[in-house]
């Protein structure tokens, strides 16, 4: 009897050692989807319009854009956070700007996805996003 009870101790401390220091599982990252991208009136630049969608809990990662970034909340609440200022909350029908350059990074801690209509203003070709160093 001692002994199956010295196998079931062993069995739960293997359960909950593994269990405590098992890495948690992060939230997946936005999904971005070109709707549109065109050449404009301005020689060399574009117009790039995306929808960028945040999951429940998730965070796009602190990144920069090439160029202006115009955007309008249409489902869910975002909070902004840009290095250097006061975070901001958005929710349905706000609209916010990020100039060129600036670091800052979505974060979703509502209960339902976050979808944002993104425009941006670039020279033609540029990437949209690059992570911040």
Do not use: W
Not at 9 to 34: H, M, N, Q, Y
Not at 53 to 81: K, S
């Amino acid at each position: 009897m001692s002994r199956s009870v010295l196998c079931f101790a062993a069995l739960l401390s293997i359960l909950v050692t593994s269990s405590a220091s098992a890495p948690r599982a992060e939230a997946p990252g936005p999904t971005r989807t070109v709707l549109l991208r065109r050449a404009i009136s301005v020689p060399g630049y574009e117009e790039v319009m995306v929808e960028t969608e945040i999951p429940v809990g998730g965070r796009e990662g602190r990144h920069t854009h090439p160029g202006t970034m115009f955007a309008r909340v249409e489902q869910g609440t975002v909070r902004l956070d840009h290095e250097g200022t006061q975070s901001a909350v958005y929710k349905v029908g706000d609209s916010y700007f990020v100039d060129a350059g600036n670091v800052h990074e979505g974060f979703n801690g509502g209960d339902v996805p976050v979808k944002i209509l993104v425009t941006f203003v670039v020279k033609t070709g540029d990437l949209l996003t690059t992570p911040a160093k």
